[in-house]
C-alpha cells in the first residue's frame, strides 16, 4: 500500500515566523484555518521546528496508544515550562524517570480518593461566593481561581490558613499571571525576551516572585522533615515518606518542581473550566432550565457523591471541555523510528500532537459543532480519542479525576446558592492564556440575588 505524505503548512503566508506569530497571538484562528484546509492532519512551524498536528480520532488513537513503543512523550519538548515549573517537573520528564515519577503522583489523584475532596471543594466554594454582593460585577475568572488555589493547596499540602498560606497563594497567582495575556505568555515562548533586568523588568519580576515561592516550599519541607507526622495524608507528605529504587528519598528540589507542577496543572486549568461552565450555563437559559431542575431535584444537603453522578450536570461539563478545550494540544510526541501512522509516512525525529480543539470541532462527530449543546453527551457515547479534553496514553492528565469532580461540585454550589446574570454584551471569545484557551476578560458576571 502506498504511504501518504502529512500535508505542510507552506506559502508567502505562513512563512514559519509568521506562523508561529499568529499560534501565539491567536490560536483559533490559525487552527480554524489550516483545520479547514487539512481537517484530519497537517504539518506546521508554530514551535520553529516541524511540528503535526493530529486532528483524526483513528490517527490519534495509533499515536497515543504507541506512545512508548514507536513514539516516545518526551519532557525535552516541554522545556518552554522550565522556567515556570523546574528541570524536576513531572512535565520536563521523559522516560523511566517519567513513569516512576507518574507512579508515585498518581495514588493521591485515583477516583477513589475524591470522596475526601467533595466536602471540602463545596466549602471553599461557598467560601469564596460568599464575598459577592447583590448587584455587583465580578470576574467569574477570578473567583474560580480563587476557588481552585484553595482546593489544590488544601489537597496538595492539608492547609489552608495561617500567613505561610496566605503568602504563598498571593504568590504563586502572581507569578503564574505571566501566562495572562499574549503578551505576557511571549515571556514564555520567546527566550530571549527571558533577561533579568532587576524587579521592574517583566523578566526580573518573574525571577523575584518564583524564588519567594521556592523559599516559602522549602521552610515548609524543612519543617515536616523535623516535625514528621505518620498521620498525614495530603500530596507532599505522601512524596516525602516515598523511596526510589535505591532507597532514597526525593530532594528538596524535586518536591519543589513537583509541588508547584501540580499547582501550576491544576489551578489554572480547572479555574478556565469552571468559568467557562459560569458563562455557557447562563448564556443558554433552556440549559440553565434543565441543569436547575436536575439539581432540585436532589433536595438541600445533597450527598457531593450523589451531584457528581448527575447525567445533565456530566454532559454540561462535558460540553464546556468540548467546545473549548482548555488544554489545545496534548504533550508532542516524537517517532522513535521510522513508521507508518494510520496510512502515513513518518520519520525518525517527528514531532506530532494531539490536536484536542481540532478534534472536538469535527462536524463528523459533533453536528454544529459551535453549538454548546451538552444533550450530544446524552445521545451518543464518544471514545476516549474522539473526545479527549484530559489527553491520552502516557501523558494523560493526572488531575482528571480531581477537576471533573471539582468543576461539578463547585459548578453545583454556586448555581443551588445563587442567581446569576452574565454581564457582558456580546459574546465572550476564546484567547490564549499561557499555554491553555481562556475567555478573554475572565467573563464579566452579576449576581442577582440568593436562592
Ligand atoms: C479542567 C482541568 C484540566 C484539563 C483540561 C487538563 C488537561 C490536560 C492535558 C490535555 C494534559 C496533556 C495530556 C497528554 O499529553 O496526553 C494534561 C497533563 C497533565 N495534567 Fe491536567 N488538566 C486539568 C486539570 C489538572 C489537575 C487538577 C491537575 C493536578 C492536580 C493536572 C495535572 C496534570 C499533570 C501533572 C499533567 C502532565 C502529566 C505527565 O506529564 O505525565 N491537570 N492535563
Known amino acids: 500500500m ?39 492532519i497537517f504539518a506546521t512551524q508554530v ?32 522545556q518552554i515550562l522550565q522556567p515556570l515549573l523546574g528541570e524536576q517537573s513531572l512535565i520536563l520528564l521523559e522516560g523511566d524517570r517519567h513513569r516512576q515519577q507518574r507512579k508515585l503522583l498518581m495514588p ?19 467560601k469564596v461566593t460568599s464575598r459577592w454582593h447583590e448587584n455587583e460585577v465580578f470576574v467569574a475568572r477570578d473567583a474560580m481561581q480563587e476557588v481552585s488555589l484553595m ?5 496538595v499540602f492539608g492547609i489552608y490558613s495561617g500567613e505561610r498560606y496566605d503568602l504563598l497563594k498571593r504568590s504563586i497567582a502572581s507569578m503564574l499571571s505571566v501566562t495572562n495575556s499574549p503578551l505576557s505568555s511571549s515571556l514564555l515562548f ?49 512524596m516525602m515518606a516515598a523511596r526510589d529504587e535505591q532507597g532514597q528519598p526525593m530532594r528538596d528540589e524535586e518536591l519543589r518542581d513537583e509541588l508547584l507542577t501540580l499547582l501550576f496543572a491544576g489551578h489554572e486549568t480547572t479555574a478556565t473550566a469552571l468559568a467557562w461552565t459560569l458563562y455557557w450555563v447562563h448564556r443558554q437559559p433552556e440549559v440553565y432550565g434543565t441543569l436547575m431542575q436536575e439539581l432540585d431535584s436532589l433536595g438541600p444537603d445533597a450527598d ?54 481540532l478534534t472536538h ?51 453545583a454550589t454556586i448555581l ?13 471569545k476564546a484567547a490564549r492564556r499561557g499555554v491553555t484557551l481562556s475567555p478573554l476578560g475572565g467573563v464579566r458576571m452579576k449576581m442577582i440575588g440568593r436562592r
Open 2 to 40: 502506498t504511504q501518504r505524505t502529512i500535508a505542510r503548512i507552506r506559502g508567502p503566508k505562513a512563512t514559519a515566523l509568521v506562523q508561529r506569530l499568529q499560534w501565539v497571538a491567536d490560536p483559533l484562528q490559525y487552527m480554524d484555518t489550516w483545520g479547514k484546509q487539512h481537517p484530519d
Open 47 to 78: 514551535t520553529g521546528n516541524t511540528m503535526i498536528f493530529v486532528n483524526h480520532p483513528q490517527i490519534l488513537q495509533e499515536l497515543l496508544t504507541r506512545d512508548t513503543r514507536d513514539f516516545e512523550a518526551p519532557g525535552r519538548v516541554n
Open 108 to 126: 493521591p489523584f485515583h477516583g477513589d480518593r475524591m470522596r475526601n475532596y467533595g466536602e471540602l471543594i463545596c466549602d471553599v466554594t461557598q
Open 151 to 155: 482546593v489544590i493547596l488544601q489537597a
Open 190 to 238: 520567546f527566550s530571549f525576551l527571558q533577561q533579568d533586568l532587576g524587579s521592574w523588568s517583566p523578566w526580573g519580576r518573574f525571577l523575584r516572585q518564583r524564588q519567594q515561592i521556592d523559599q516559602l516550599l522549602f521552610t515548609e519541607i524543612a519543617e515536616r522533615r523535623q516535625h514528621p507526622d505518620e498521620d498525614r495524608t495530603d500530596i507532599l507528605s505522601l
Open 304 to 357: 457531593p457523591m450523589a451531584i457528581f453522578r448527575l447525567p445533565y450536570l456530566t454532559a454540561v461539563c462535558q460540553e464546556t471541555l468540548r467546545i473549548y478545550p482548555v488544554g489545545m494540544l496534548t504533550f508532542p510526541r516524537v517517532a522513535k523510528r521510522v513508521t507508518e501512522l494510520a496510512g502515513y509516512r513518518v520519520t525518525t525525529g517527528d514531532t506530532l500532537v494531539g490536536c484536542i480543539y
Open 361 to 411: 470541532r469535527r462536524p463528523d462527530l459533533y453536528p454544529e459543532p459551535r453549538r454548546f449543546k451538552p444533550e450530544r453527551f446524552m445521545e451518543r457515547k464518544f471514545s476516549p480519542y474522539e473526545y479527549l479534553p484530559f489527553g491520552a496514553g502516557a501523558r494523560q492528565c493526572i488531575g482528571m479525576a480531581l477537576a471533573q469532580y471539582e468543576m461539578k461540585l463547585a459548578l
Open 416 to 428: 443551588m446558592n445563587y442567581q446569576l446574570a452574565l454581564a457582558e454584551k456580546h459574546p465572550v
